[in-house]
C-alpha cells in the first residue's frame, strides 16, 4: 500500500538552527510531492511542492525541498530557523495518475527563542 | 481571493445524531475533496469531486458517510448515526482541475472540527 513516513515527530529546535525534516514514501510510480505547514491555530497551508524538472524546489519562507528519487525521499530543509517557525509540517504524495493526497503523520516543530 | 470556507468550525452532537459539514470552495476550482484528521494524524482522503460528480469515494469509511455537490461549487459531507469514532477535523481542499500527471496542488480549508460524546 502507499504510505508516506514522516521520521520525526516531533523537534525542537533553538533559533538560527538548522532544519531538515525527512519524507520518504512507497510508492515505484512518478509522483508529485508536496509540504505543507500548518501553524498554530490556522489551517493547512502550503510550503512548496514538486511536479517535475529541478529536484531541489525552493518554497515560502526560505523553505527548500530536495526530491531524491533513487531515495524515494523528499526532506525539506531550512539553514536558519526563527521562532515563527513553530508549526506542524505534512509531508504529502499525489501518485501520478490519482488525485488524491497521502499524507505523513506529520512532525511537530518548536523553535526555541 | 478568497480561500476555502468551511462551516460550522466546531461541531458537536450526541451519538446517533445526524450532522452535516459544508465547504464552500475556491472559486473556479472544479475540483473538491475531503480528508478527515484524527488527532495525531495526517490528514486521510474520503472522496473526491469533479464538478457535480464524485469521482471517487473510495475513503468513505463507510455507508454513513455520503457527500454531495450539486451544483459544481458547494459541497455537504453527512453523517448518519454518529459514532464517537467519527470525532476528528474534517478538511476540504480545492483545486483548479487535475492534471494527467497527477493531482493538482490543493487548498485547504480550516476544517470542522466535529466531537461526538
Known amino acids: 500500500a502507499q504510505s508516506v513516513s514522516q521520521h520525526n515527530h516531533h523537534v525542537i529546535l533553538s533559533e538560527a538552527a538548522s532544519l531538515e525534516l525527512g519524507c520518504n514514501y512507497s510508492y515505484g510510480g512518478t509522483v508529485n510531492l508536496f509540504w505543507y505547514v500548518q501553524y498554530p491555530g490556522q489551517h493547512l497551508q502550503l510550503l512548496l511542492k514538486?511536479?517535475?524538472?529541478?529536484?531541489l524546489v525552493k518554497g515560502i519562507k526560505g523553505f527548500e525541498a530536495e526530491f531524491i528519487k533513487s531515495k524515494f525521499s523528499f526532506n525539506l530543509r531550512k539553514p536558519s530557523v526563527q521562532w515563527s517557525d513553530t508549526a506542524e509540517y505534512f509531508c504529502a504524495v499525489g501518485p501520478s495518475g490519482t488525485y488524491k493526497y497521502i499524507f505523513g503523520t506529520g512532525t511537530r516543530l518548536k523553535v526555541l527563542a | 481571493g478568497a480561500g476555502v470556507s468551511q462551516t460550522p468550525s466546531n461541531k458537536v452532537t450526541e451519538k446517533g445524531k445526524y450532522v452535516e459539514l459544508r465547504c464552500d470552495p475556491i472559486s473556479g476550482h472544479t475540483a473538491l475533496y475531503w480528508y478527515r484528521q484524527s488527532l495525531g494524524q495526517g490528514p486521510e482522503f474520503l472522496i473526491y469531486f469533479q464538478g457535480t460528480g464524485a469521482a471517487d469515494d473510495s475513503g468513505l469509511p463507510n455507508d454513513r458517510f455520503f457527500a454531495v455537490r450539486p451544483e459544481g461549487s458547494v459541497s455537504t459531507l453527512k453523517i448518519q448515526r454518529t459514532e464517537r469514532g467519527d470525532s476528528a477535523v474534517y478538511l476540504c481542499a480545492s483545486s483548479r482541475q487535475t492534471s494527467g500527471q497527477g493531482a493538482d496542488t490543493q487548498y485547504f480549508g480550516p476544517g470542522t472540527r466535529l466531537t461526538v460524546l
Open positions: 514538486y511536479f517535475s524538472g529541478d529536484p
